[in-house]
């Protein structure tokens, strides 16, 4: 029974970390430049992820060189190398993204 608490308080449960590790928030925006210009790729294209994969390898790229996260290779990220880039550095060509103009209005 549980009188006085919830029912769905489990007296067993023991809280596991995450599979991939915890990695702090970027509290002093080193890399939010980077991340703004991904979020607006994916705004502009719906939520589709693939046109705006450069700049996820940018942002990612930044959060392992500042420390905020464990470096780790592409493709455990989900991002291994595309044709278009070099597999030693994919992180050394720019990004792209087809961004539309905005219309003023």
């Not at 809280?15 to 790729?41: N, V």
């Not at 880039?85 to 539309?100: I, T, Y």
Request: some cysteine.
């Amino acid at each position: 029974m549980s009188f006085g608490r919830p029912p769905s308080i489990n007296l067993g449960f023991k809280p596991s970390p995450p599979d991939r590790g915890s990695f702090p928030l970027d509290h002093y925006g080193e890399c939010k430049d980077k991340m703004m210009l991904y979020m607006t790729c994916l705004k502009a294209n719906s939520s589709n992820s693939t046109p705006c994969r450069g700049m996820s390898k940018e942002y990612l790229n930044c959060r392992m060189d500042k420390g905020l996260m464990e470096r780790d290779e592409w493709k455990n990220l989900g991002l291994s190398a595309s044709k278009t880039e070099s597999p030693a550095d994919p992180s050394s060509s720019p990004a792209q993204c087809s961004v539309p103009p905005r219309n003023p209005s």
